[in-house]
């Protein structure tokens, strides 16, 4: 059983922290990542209520309520397909996996250099955001998906995708990279004034997924691996700025309190990273690190979870996360 882990902020600014519904629910009681052949998908999902979350062309949806409505998030779908890998052998997971495959790359939008951006068709205030805007966890998440797509289906276009999302990041228009003095990281909002942990370990995923698909002979090979150790330095040499002193870690460095499903999302990108950095371990094990901290909650803290927005519109009380 995983340690209570009791986490309070003395000054808890008024945020909301969006959740990726998917894959927040997708982790073993040991926070890892399910893995066929050493790449990560996201467990099964319950195939007899999916249609709820497909819109009338079997496209993957997510619905933020209030004025967003209803609408396609690449991240949603391409977590729905990574989902859908666990019944790869079934016909109804197979037709839906590239059915939203195809759609990602039929959606996507050519960069100048002839690679694919996922682009956000909708404002996203919370985290300010104005459409179109570009997602380097989007990137990532997209490369794992569409490489799934070219283990299970054998064809090229997948593979071709992946690798051009990837390289994509490397542009400067989007905004993906943020330079640091030693390495770079990836960023999940660009135009965000803070730096979201999960999102950027979900893209170091990506760049280490279709890292591995790229033959050593071809000649990107060296430039994607180059690209995964730059951001593997970037997130080594700036994972402290998110530490909770003696408790584990925050959500992004402007010191914005996890939810209970970021802790085991974060935990588990970091045991799926530490097959490729072994450093990466213990980063986990401090950020698993189970302490009581007293501090004070502001009232109207609020964070979207589960699709239901909870207030935590109290005062000293310590926020337990399991």
């Given at each position: 059983?995983?340690?209570?882990?009791?986490?309070?902020?003395?000054?808890?600014?008024?945020t909301f922290v969006v959740r990726k519904a998917m894959l927040l629910s997708s982790f073993d009681n040991d926070y890892t990542l399910p893995t066929v052949q050493d790449f990560y998908h996201l467990g099964a999902?319950?195939?007899?209520?999916?249609?709820?979350?497909?819109?009338?062309?079997?496209?993957?949806?997510?619905?933020y309520g209030g004025t967003l409505g209803v609408q396609r998030n690449p991240v949603t779908i391409a977590q729905f397909a990574l989902c859908l890998v666990a019944h790869r052998n079934t016909e109804q997971a197979r037709?839906?996996?590239?059915?939203?495959?195809?759609?990602?790359?039929?959606?996507?939008?050519?960069?100048?250099?002839?690679?694919?951006?996922?682009?956000?068709?909708?404002?996203?205030?919370?985290?300010?955001?104005?459409?179109?805007?570009?997602?380097?966890?989007?990137?990532?998440?997209?490369?794992?998906?569409?490489?799934?797509?070219?283990?299970?289906?054998?064809?090229?276009?997948?593979?071709?995708a992946a690798r051009q999302a990837i390289l994509a990041l490397l542009e400067n228009e989007y905004g993906f990279l943020q330079l640091l003095d030693r390495g770079v990281w990836l960023k999940e909002?660009?135009?965000?004034?803070?730096?979201?942990?999960?999102?950027?370990?979900?893209?170091?995923?990506?760049?280490?997924?279709?890292?591995?698909?790229?033959?050593?002979?071809?000649?990107?090979?060296?430039?994607?691996?180059?690209?995964?150790?730059?951001?593997?330095?970037?997130?080594?040499?700036?994972?402290?700025?998110?530490?909770?002193?003696?408790?584990?870690h925050y959500f992004d460095d402007a010191g914005t309190l996890p939810t209970p499903g970021y802790h085991?999302?974060?935990?588990?990108?970091?045991?799926?990273?530490?097959?490729c950095d072994p450093e990466l371990a213990a980063i986990r094990e401090r950020y698993q690190t189970a302490k009581t901290v007293t501090a004070n909650l502001r009232p109207a803290a609020v964070y979207y979870v589960d699709q239901t927005f909870l207030r935590l519109g109290v005062t000293d009380r310590e926020v337990r996360i399991r």
């Amino acid at each position: 059983m995983a340690a209570l882990v009791v986490l309070a902020v003395a000054a808890l600014p008024t945020t909301f922290v969006v959740r990726k519904a998917m894959l927040l629910s997708s982790f073993d009681n040991d926070y890892t990542l399910p893995t066929v052949q050493d790449f990560y998908h996201l467990g099964a999902c319950d195939l007899d209520s999916v249609s709820q979350r497909l819109d009338d062309e079997g496209i993957c949806v997510y619905d933020y309520g209030g004025t967003l409505g209803v609408q396609r998030n690449p991240v949603t779908i391409a977590q729905f397909a990574l989902c859908l890998v666990a019944h790869r052998n079934t016909e109804q997971a197979r037709t839906l996996l590239f059915r939203n495959l195809d759609y990602l790359i039929g959606a996507a939008e050519r960069t100048p250099r002839g690679n694919l951006v996922f682009p956000y068709t909708f404002d996203f205030p919370l985290c300010e955001q104005r459409a179109p805007w570009y997602s380097g966890m989007a990137q990532g998440q997209a490369a794992s998906a569409l490489a799934w797509g070219w283990r299970i289906s054998g064809e090229e276009k997948y593979r071709t995708a992946a690798r051009q999302a990837i390289l994509a990041l490397l542009e400067n228009e989007y905004g993906f990279l943020q330079l640091l003095d030693r390495g770079v990281w990836l960023k999940e909002y660009p135009g965000y004034r803070g730096t979201v942990l999960d999102g950027s370990l979900a893209a170091i995923a990506g760049v280490w997924d279709v890292a591995r698909t790229v033959d050593s002979a071809d000649p990107e090979s060296a430039m994607l691996h180059d690209l995964l150790r730059r951001c593997l330095l970037g997130f080594k040499s700036n994972a402290h700025r998110f530490d909770i002193p003696q408790s584990g870690h925050y959500f992004d460095d402007a010191g914005t309190l996890p939810t209970p499903g970021y802790h085991r999302a974060n935990l588990a990108w970091l045991n799926y990273l530490s097959g490729c950095d072994p450093e990466l371990a213990a980063i986990r094990e401090r950020y698993q690190t189970a302490k009581t901290v007293t501090a004070n909650l502001r009232p109207a803290a609020v964070y979207y979870v589960d699709q239901t927005f909870l207030r935590l519109g109290v005062t000293d009380r310590e926020v337990r996360i399991r």
